[in-house]
């Protein structure tokens, strides 16, 4: 689904019996393995914890992400100070 204006993508998250989880908005995919998924999506930064995670879907043009395995925990983080070039976004997440 997609916004009717043009700004921004809607983001959604669908989850079926912590195994299988379609997400909506998703900006980029900025890692993965298969213990942990890492998304920029429309609402910030959304990491994924889980085992057995796998990447079965990835649509960029549509910002759509189908993942597989059993999920444990969905966690946002805001990216504030995205301006801030001197730090890894990695570091921003993590302080």
């Known amino acids: 689904m997609e916004d009717l204006s043009g700004n921004s993508r809607v983001h959604k998250v669908l989850m079926t019996n912590r195994r299988n989880c379609t997400v909506n908005g998703v900006n980029d995919v900025l890692s993965f393995d298969i213990h942990e998924i890492l998304l920029e999506t429309e609402q910030g930064m959304l990491m994924i914890k889980g085992d057995d995670l796998h990447v079965s879907r990835l649509t960029l043009e549509k ?16 990216v504030a100070g995205a301006g801030h070039k001197s730090e890894s976004l990695l570091s921003r997440l993590f302080r």
């Open 63 to 78: 910002g759509e992400v189908d993942i597989d395995g059993k999920i444990d925990s969905f966690t946002y983080s805001d």
